[in-house]
């Protein structure tokens, strides 16, 4: 068996297409397949527009795939493609070749063991494993992710979790809308306005999903997301769910210990000096300085200290079983803290009781986490899901790239997409 027999074997070619030239070149260390269709070919090829007889019009000029290296000598096969034209219509069209993958430049295995890569590694890093540009790789993932997104089927969607992400801190933010049930990314847009939610609807229709078979829309409490949904999707009811609660409370202890540390006082600058990481722990989290410190703290009346338990108290109200107790504690909860915040000078706590007029205003929304709340998992693990996506995206920051990261790290879509 030649050399040119044996990769037309192992390329699986068929009858239409023969291996002619295989070379290696030292200096470049490169394997070179030259490929050529046969005669046979053209009994095969129809009109892309018709279905019309075709023959042979003429060749491209050498084109160059990559494909997956031969005993780790990078691998590259060349063809001049044929171009057909049509005996009925006339038009001339390019052969697409069997090996090509979505991206001009690569075989399909290259793209599959390329995606394969990029599950594990940023794209930086893909570049420099295999030898690409990482513009070339981004093109190709982008190709992919289009091509799989286009097919997806958002058919059974009925839950769903809205949240905003960061693209860049402080500014710039994405709305990324999540299947519950599936756990899955379905859509991600710029911004965080209620008019995300129309363009998510839209979306959700172009895959055979409906917009009033969505029963549960999962979101943070601001005013936005609530309007998107009463403008959009009748059937659906808003919960907020216990992750949102818990970070609204965690940033109200830190404005508390904010607005302490400004006022001053004897001792509390020293008490509370870069403190902030012990409020956002549970008790049963910190390390033995800490609670230490924490009990320190404590014994000084320290306001922090006071909204720190107040968090608690709350957070602890998401153990019991039935929504019915829980509405009667949240109410609890709401006077006791406008009640305690009476004992102390100028508003200190101030952010707690804000906190806990926002809870009477939407008690609703926060008791249906008792019905709903086992599907909400997925958006509190979707924050490290888009660190991790950052970090695969390093040094591509464009909205474009993140959501094409996204979809590809949290879509599941079926790839590599043929
Ligand atoms: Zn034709």
């Given at each position: 068996?030649?050399?040119?027999?044996?990769?037309?074997?192992?390329?699986?070619?068929?009858?239409?297409?023969?291996?002619?030239?295989?070379?290696?070149?030292?200096e470049?260390?490169?394997?070179?397949?030259?490929?050529r269709?046969?005669?046979?070919?053209?009994?095969?090829?129809?009109?892309?527009?018709?279905?019309?007889?075709?023959?042979?019009?003429?060749?491209?000029?050498v084109?160059?795939?990559?494909h997956?290296?031969?005993?780790?000598?990078?691998?590259?096969?060349?063809?001049?493609?044929?171009?057909?034209?049509?005996r009925?219509?006339?038009?001339?069209?390019?052969?697409?070749?069997?090996?090509?993958?979505?991206?001009?430049?690569?075989?399909?295995?290259?793209?599959?063991?390329?995606?394969?890569?990029?599950?594990?590694?940023?794209?930086?890093?893909?570049?420099?494993?295999?030898?690409e540009?990482?513009?070339?790789?981004?093109?190709?993932?982008?190709?992919?992710?289009?091509?799989?997104?286009a097919e997806?089927?958002?058919?059974?969607?009925?839950?769903?979790?809205?949240?905003?992400?960061?693209?860049?801190?402080?500014?710039?933010?994405?709305s990324?809308?999540?299947?519950?049930?599936?756990?899955?990314?379905?859509?991600?847009?710029?911004?965080?306005?209620?008019?995300?939610?129309?363009?998510?609807?839209?979306?959700?229709?172009?895959?055979?999903g409906?917009?009033?078979?969505?029963?549960q829309?999962?979101m943070?409490?601001?005013?936005?997301y609530q309007?998107?949904?009463?403008?959009?999707?009748?059937?659906?009811?808003?919960?907020?769910?216990?992750?949102?609660v818990?970070?609204?409370?965690?940033?109200?202890?830190?404005?508390?210990?904010?607005?302490?540390?400004?006022?001053?006082?004897?001792?509390?600058?020293?008490?509370?000096?870069?403190?902030?990481?012990?409020?956002?722990?549970?008790?049963?989290?910190?390390?033995?300085?800490?609670?230490?410190?924490?009990a320190?703290?404590?014994?000084?009346?320290?306001?922090?200290?006071?909204?720190?338990?107040?968090r608690?108290?709350?957070?602890?109200?998401?153990?019991?079983?039935?929504?019915?107790?829980?509405?009667?504690?949240?109410?609890v909860?709401?006077?006791?803290?406008?009640?305690?915040?009476?004992f102390?000078?100028?508003?200190?706590l101030?952010?707690?009781?804000?906190l806990?007029q926002?809870?009477?205003?939407?008690?609703?929304?926060?008791?249906?986490h008792?019905?709903w709340?086992?599907?909400?998992?997925?958006?509190?693990?979707?924050?490290?899901?888009?660190?991790?996506?950052?970090?695969?995206?390093?040094?591509?920051?464009?909205?474009?790239?993140?959501?094409?990261?996204?979809?590809?790290?949290?879509?599941?879509?079926?790839?590599?997409?043929?």
């Amino acid at each position: 068996m030649t050399p040119e027999k044996l990769f037309h074997e192992l390329l699986g070619l068929g009858l239409n297409w023969e291996v002619i030239e295989s070379r290696f070149e030292r200096e470049s260390g490169t394997v070179y397949l030259e490929i050529r269709e046969t005669a046979k070919l053209w009994e095969l090829v129809r009109c892309p527009e018709e279905g019309g007889m075709v023959f042979c019009y003429d060749h491209t000029e050498v084109l160059t795939w990559r494909h997956l290296n031969v005993f780790q000598h990078r691998c590259e096969i060349t063809c001049r493609l044929p171009r057909g034209k049509c005996r009925q219509c006339g038009h001339i069209f390019r052969v697409r070749p069997p090996w090509e993958g979505l991206s001009t430049h690569f075989t399909k295995e290259f793209e599959a063991f390329a995606l394969l890569l990029m599950r594990e590694m940023p794209m930086s890093k893909v570049a420099e494993a295999v030898g690409e540009t990482d513009t070339r790789l981004w093109r190709m993932l982008f190709r992919q992710v289009d091509a799989a997104y286009a097919e997806a089927d958002f058919s059974n969607v009925c839950c769903v979790g809205v949240d905003e992400l960061s693209v860049r801190k402080g500014h710039e933010y994405i709305s990324v809308f999540a299947d519950l049930v599936k756990k899955r990314v379905l859509f991600a847009t710029e911004g965080k306005g209620r008019e995300t939610w129309a363009k998510f609807v839209a979306a959700l229709e172009k895959h055979n999903g409906h917009r009033h078979a969505i029963t549960q829309a999962s979101m943070d409490m601001s005013p936005a997301y609530q309007r998107g949904v009463a403008d959009n999707c009748r059937n659906a009811q808003v919960v907020f769910d216990k992750f949102h609660v818990i970070k609204n409370a965690n940033a109200a202890v830190d404005k508390v210990r904010r607005a302490e540390v400004r006022l001053g006082g004897k001792g509390v600058w020293e008490a509370l000096y870069k403190s902030q990481w012990l409020w956002r722990k549970n008790p049963e989290h910190l390390t033995e300085p800490e609670q230490e410190r924490l009990a320190d703290i404590k014994n000084k009346q320290l306001a922090t200290a006071k909204a720190y338990q107040m968090r608690l108290v709350l957070q602890d109200i998401y153990r019991l079983p039935a929504a019915n107790s829980a509405r009667r504690r949240f109410q609890v909860w709401c006077r006791w803290v406008r009640w305690v915040a009476r004992f102390y000078k100028a508003s200190l706590l101030g952010s707690m009781v804000k906190l806990a007029q926002m809870i009477e205003r939407h008690l609703l929304g926060i008791l249906a986490h008792w019905k709903w709340g086992v599907t909400n998992a997925f958006m509190e693990g979707l924050n490290s899901v888009f660190s991790a996506t950052k970090r695969k995206a390093r040094g591509y920051r464009s909205t474009t790239h993140l959501i094409t990261m996204l979809y590809f790290t949290a879509g599941k879509l079926r790839l590599p997409h043929f």
